[in-house]
Every structure is written in C-alpha cells, then in structure tokens.
C-alpha cells in the first residue's frame, strides 16, 4: 500500500477544503495493524515488569523469547488465514477440530496403512482442505452465516475424527515412530530446529508475509475487503464473490493442516484432541489485529501481531511464577482492551465517524 | 437548479437500451407486470414512482441481477439476456445503487477498481497495481469535479453525494453508455442533491443514456427528457418533457390524492386560525419539508 502523495506527477490541484493535512504518526495510527503493534509492545512491558518483579529475568532472554515465539507460531499458522476470512466477512469455528482431523489423518496414514510420513502428510492436506472446501460451499449455497454452519462442522469434524479414530485404531492418540519421522525427506519441513528456534516461527512468518501480498498487492486480494463490504456490492461490480469465498475457507483449513503436520512431527504423535479451542484463539489474534466482526477491515499483519501478543502473554505468565490459572483472565483482558482501542483508532485516525 | 438545456438534438434513433413488456413475480406477488421503458443515447428517463412501485425490480433486471419471467430486453435494437450483472456489465450498462455501491471501509482507489483492478507483472508476481490505481482515481474524480488529495482515504470519510459521485465517475471511466441511477438524491441534503442531478446532465451531454430513478417529482422534472411512471408494478405511461406538471406526475404516481389532501388540511387549519377559532397544537409544522428529502435523512451505514 503505497503511501504515494502523488503530487508533481498530475497535477497542483487545489485540495478539498474538507480533508484536513495530518501528520505522519496519525497516518500511521490509521493503519489497521497499529492498535496490535501497540498491544504487543504493551504486554511485552507488562511481562518483562512482572517477571523481573517474580525474580527472574528469562522472559527477556533469547531462550525465552524464542519460547514464546514458537507459542505465537502455533497459533499464529492460523492466524493469517483465519483474518483473511474475517476481512472476507466469515468465521470458520471448525478449525480447532481441523487441526485434530489432519493430524489423525497422517497417523493413522502412517501407522495403519504403513504409508510413507510424507504421502501422510500430503494426503492430510488435501483432505482438509477438502473439508474447508465444504464448509465453503455450505456456506455459499445455503446463505446461512457462516458462525452457525461452522459451528455445525466444528461438532461433527471433532465428532467423526473421535468415533472413526476409536474404531479404526483402538485407541485416540497416535505415537508416531521417530525413527520414520527422522528418515523422511519432508518432515523436516515441519519439525526443524536449532536449540529453541523452531522451524514453526518460520512457518508463521512465511504465512503472514504471503497473507499481507495477497491482501494488499493483488486483485485477489481487494476482493477479499469488497466481499466483505458488502457482497451484494461485490457481485454487481462483478467480483466472483462465491470462489472468493469457498478460497479462503480452503486456505484457513489448509492451515491447519500445516499446523497439524508441525505438531505431529514435532511431537511424533497425532491426538484426536489437538487443536481444541484454536477457533477462538485464531479469531482473538484476528481482532486483536483490528479485524472487524462484520468483515470489510483489518489487517493480516495485525493478526500475526496479535499472535505475538498471545504468545507472550501465555509463556509470560509462566516466567513471571504467576498460576497459570490466571492466562484467560489476561488473555480476556487483551482482547476487551484491543478491541476498545481498535476501535478508538479507527475513529479517531482513520477519519470515520 | 438553473442551466437545465433540454437535450442535444441529436439523440440516437435506435434505444440504447429498452424493456419490452417485462414482468417479474415472486411468488403470488406481482413485482413488474407488463412493463416498457427505452432510453436513447443523450437521454434522461426518468423512472418515477412510489415506494413499492416496483422501480427496483425493474432496475435490477435491467442490470443482470433478476432475470425477467416474461419479455425481454434489448440494447442497440438487439435482443440480449442478462443472466448476472456481468454481463450488463459487458454491455456498457452500468448501475449505481443508493447505497450498495461502495464500501465505505475500503480507500477510494480500491473502491474505484473494484472487480477491474488494474495489475502489473506475469505469472504469481500479477499484482494489484496501487500506483496505477491511485492516479486513475484521482484523475476520474478532478474530472467530474471532486478534488482528492489523498486516494488511500477510506470512502466512510467522503459524503453521500461524494460517494454517488465516484460510483458515477467509475461507471463512466468503465464505458458505461448506459447509466443507470437508482435513487441517487434519496439520502442527500439540498446541495449534494444539486451536485448528483448536474452529474447526471453532464453524463448524458456526453452522449451517455441516463435512467433516473426517483420518487421525488422536483428532481425528475428540471432534468428528465422523458418520463416512466410506475404504479403498483404496471405502467403508468409514457411522456415527454414539457407534457407534465408536477401535480400531474404526483397524481399519476399515485400519491396525488394524499397530498390534496394534506393541502385541503393545511388551508383549513389556516382558515380557521384567520378566524380566531381555538386551534389544538398539532405539531404538524415540525418537519421542514414533507418529502423524504429535507437533507437530514442519511441513510449511511458506518463502521461501529
């Protein structure tokens, strides 16, 4: 998004006596991603006082940053897609029990039918996506809000991975042999790391960076703010708001698939129960990120800020000797403190009433 | 509103577009019954009628989004088949909707390309080019006489009329010959109004074919060339400017007897006071205008 001002090249218009000049700092705080830069660097402080308060100084070490990276990466994988279907004007609530489906499926690849990690992997993806290709589609067919279709998706995917999982394995968490793992030529892909820099921070970056080009630089992505504008608007402009759709809700199940694979190498196993409660998580880094429930607005970088945020405050809370108890309390508090100053940001610097 | 010139001479022999005898139901009810309407290069029609008249369902199947259930359509004398907007699109007609015609969360220069985005590069490197768009934009905008310093500025800042006209000006910039505007002065003040009606003369001074939809008779009269009534989904006729007055059009949109009415009222009331006779309180004198148009109605969504 150029923040060209464009002047010498057309013309020495006279500006509109209506559009007052503004700093630099308030351009910036107009842009969708401030409020989660701010949040970030707000919990970072509070984490950083509150540990060196709890006698202890690793919340600002390398190993506990990159600790709390790799949370911010877990849930950060999602994030970016998850905030592009908001921007869209969609939820997709299934995904926590698509990270537990696509796991099973590359264990259950590997230890029940002997398949190759890799083939596993590939086959977990595709049929994932798959799934995020239905939800699409109900949701585009049926014109129903997609809160309520993919809360549907979230019991039955949770549901048939659970009961299929029991009745072909006997049993609902898969080991995984090392040994295979190590001798594959993708897993690394997945599970790579020095000391405690672990190949998911890669993962997230990668994702955030292709999900700011796509918003911001193509066609695609201006689609995607006018879909959620207003999809009747979109349609008449002639925007294929349906495949703009079905895409995204592809893409977010296609993340989880990539979270599932960098869970199942990295901890050499597959649980029906992995992912629980990432649906929620995912949509909280989105807000934070100052996404709007009613589509139309937000920011992918946000969304992986937002991550940040909840990566530190999670692992934060650990180092400062605080019960762990107490992580949804902070984390309902960053999200009710965001949502406040997302909000006053846009009206303040982005010029809406 | 003065410089109202009728229109040029000129004015094509064949519609550009016309409606022959179009109905539409939804369900047992009757949306459009037998409706015609054409409008010719260089030529305002006005589209006038009541609320529930039928004026959008009509617009939108001239438009691609309903098809019609019986006749047809037709643009350069050719018979055509709308089956989405696309493909009105493609035929150089192009609507602005009252209000779903821009999001207002999205800057000006995207808001301008939307589903025409302009884009630089091959391959996966084909992308979105911003600067392209922001010169364009600003360009259109000068031309039709808004000056916009900044295009990354989202809309939701803009006014109403301000909004009606970058939906107008992207129309033309995407060779729209046929512009259709549906309700455009409903939800603007008194000067925004001025400024969307002047859009509309200068369009089709360009030689673009102009349907104007409204329910407001001071807005149709001073620009129509030729006027469409709709009542209750049927046609109400055909006329030529300079035919009607503004009684007869309310009559004949058919609420001419509801304002006689409120006439008749309002004299006796006034008569009564002249002689003194004890009048109750009726706070009838509260709004200043009586039409949907005294400039404080603004339907806008905005961001909560």
């Not at chain 1, 997230?204 to 879909?227: C, E, K, Q």
């Amino acid at each position: 998004m150029a923040m060209t001002q464009a002047t010498g090249a057309t013309n020495p218009a006279p500006p509109s006596d209506r559009i007052r000049r503004v700093s630099a700092t308030s351009r910036l705080l107009g842009r969708p991603a401030a409020g989660a830069f701010i949040i970030a660097i707000f919990v970072w402080i509070v984490f950083a006082i509150l540990s060196t308060v709890g006698g202890s100084d690793v919340f600002y070490s390398v190993d506990g940053t990159l600790s709390y990276l790799d949370v911010a990466a877990q849930v950060g994988i999602v994030s970016t897609s998850v905030a592009l279907l908001m921007i869209a004007g969609e939820f997709d609530l299934s995904i926590g029990s698509l990270i537990g489906f696509a796991g099973i499926v590359i264990g259950i690849c590997v230890t029940t039918y002997g398949l190759p990690v890799w083939a596993g992997i590939l086959i977990s993806m595709v049929l994932t996506t798959l799934l995020g290709v239905v939800n699409g589609l109900i949701v585009v067919r049926t014109g129903l809000p997609s809160f309520i279709v993919t809360l549907a998706t979230l019991f039955i995917i949770r549901g048939a991975t659970q009961a299929l999982t029991a009745q072909i394995t006997q049993i609902t968490y898969i080991p995984i042999a090392p040994a295979a793992i190590a001798a594959d030529p993708i897993a690394g892909l997945f599970n790579w790391s020095i000391g405690n820099f672990k190949v998911s921070i890669l993962w997230w970056i990668l994702l955030a960076v292709i999900g700011v080009y796509i918003l911001g630089r193509t066609r695609f992505g201006n689609w995607i703010t006018g879909v959620g504008g207003s999809p009747s608007a979109a349609r008449n402009l002639g925007v294929p708001v349906a495949r703009v759709k079905i895409l995204l809700f592809a893409g977010t199940a296609l993340s989880a698939a990539i979270l599932a694979a960098v869970q199942s190498m990295t901890f050499s196993s597959s649980d029906v129960l992995r992912g629980q409660g990432y649906e929620l998580r995912a949509i909280t880094t989105a807000v934070i990120g100052g996404c709007i429930l009613t589509g139309g607005y937000g920011s992918v970088a946000g969304a992986a800020i937002g991550a940040l945020a909840l990566g530190m405050a999670s692992i934060g809370i650990v180092f400062a000797n605080i019960n762990a108890d107490w992580y949804l309390v902070a984390l309902g508090t960053l999200l009710l403190v965001a949502v406040v100053l997302n909000n006053w940001i846009r009206r303040r610097f982005a010029g809406l009433r | 509103m003065q410089a109202m010139q009728p229109a040029p001479a000129a004015a094509g022999d064949v519609p550009l577009l016309e409606a022959r005898n179009v109905s539409k139901y939804f369900g047992a009810v009757v949306a459009i019954e037998g409706v015609s309407l054409e409008v010719r290069a260089g030529q305002i029609n006005c589209l006038l009628g009541d609320n529930g008249a039928g004026k959008s369902t009509l617009i939108k199947m001239l438009s691609g989004v309903h098809l019609p259930d019986e006749g047809s359509l037709a643009v350069d004398g050719q018979e055509v088949r709308f089956a989405a907007p696309r493909d009105a699109l493609d035929a150089g007609i192009a609507t602005v909707y009252q209000d779903l015609s821009v999001m207002p969360l999205m800057s000006i220069s995207r808001n301008f390309f939307l589903g025409n985005e302009p884009t630089k590069g091959f391959g996966p490197f084909r992308r979105f080019d911003s600067h392209k768009a922001a010169q364009v934009a600003r360009e259109e905008m000068k031309n039709i006489g808004i000056e916009v310093r900044d295009t990354d500025q989202l809309v939701g800042t803009l006014s109403g009329g301000e909004r009606q006209t970058l939906a107008i000006a992207r129309a033309e910039y995407f060779g729209a010959r046929v512009l259709i505007l549906d309700e455009p002065t409903s939800a603007l003040g008194v000067k925004e109004s001025a400024i969307v009606l002047r859009h509309a003369i200068s369009a089709r001074n360009r030689g673009l074919g102009v349907i104007f939809i409204t329910h407001n008779v001071q807005h149709a009269l001073p620009i129509g060339d030729t006027f469409t009534i709709l009542t209750r989904g049927r046609a109400g006729g055909t006329f030529k400017r300079g035919d009607l007055d503004v009684e007869e059009l309310h009559r004949l949109m058919g609420g001419g007897e509801e304002l006689e009415e409120l006439q008749a009222d309002l004299e006796m009331l006034a008569r009564r006071e002249e002689l003194g006779v004890e009048v109750p309180t009726v706070p009838i004198g509260e709004s200043e205008g009586i039409g949907p148009d005294d400039g404080r109605l603004r339907g806008e969504d905005e961001p909560s």
